[in-house]
């Protein structure tokens, strides 16, 4: 079991940067990968990028260049951040942290993320 609870969400104009951090507790020396999700209202889920504990970096193809993510190296603290940078009105979703266990994946409560144009 993983317990991910996000912080770092919240308003801010078209151009600017947010940065969001999830904390993960409990089975944390088995987490695989992590990374963050994000849904708009009336869309599905989707993917913004994910970080393997080996470092491996995927990113949707909307946010490269402008998203950037890294994990914590203290395996007694397991985070993740995601800096968000140029962000655009489109951006404005709610943002999940997850983990994957041997394929299995948890997710945290989310953070509101809006950008005003």
């Known amino acids: 079991q993983v317990q991910l609870v996000e912080s770092g969400g919240g308003l801010v104009q078209a151009g600017g940067s947010l940065r969001l951090s999830c904390a993960a507790s409990g089975s944390i020396f088995s987490i695989n990968v992590m990374g963050w999700y994000r849904q708009a209202p009336g869309k599905q889920r989707e993917l913004v990028a994910t970080?393997?504990?080996?470092?491996?970096?995927?990113?949707a193809d909307s946010v490269k260049g402008r998203f950037t993510i890294s994990i914590s190296r203290d395996n007694a603290k397991k985070m993740v951040w995601l800096q968000m940078s140029s962000l655009k009105p489109e951006d404005t979703a709610v943002y999940y942290c997850t983990a994957t266990i041997a394929g299995r994946p948890y997710w945290g409560q989310g953070t509101q993320v809006t950008v005003s144009s």
């Open positions: 970080i393997t504990s080996g470092g491996n970096r995927n990113f």
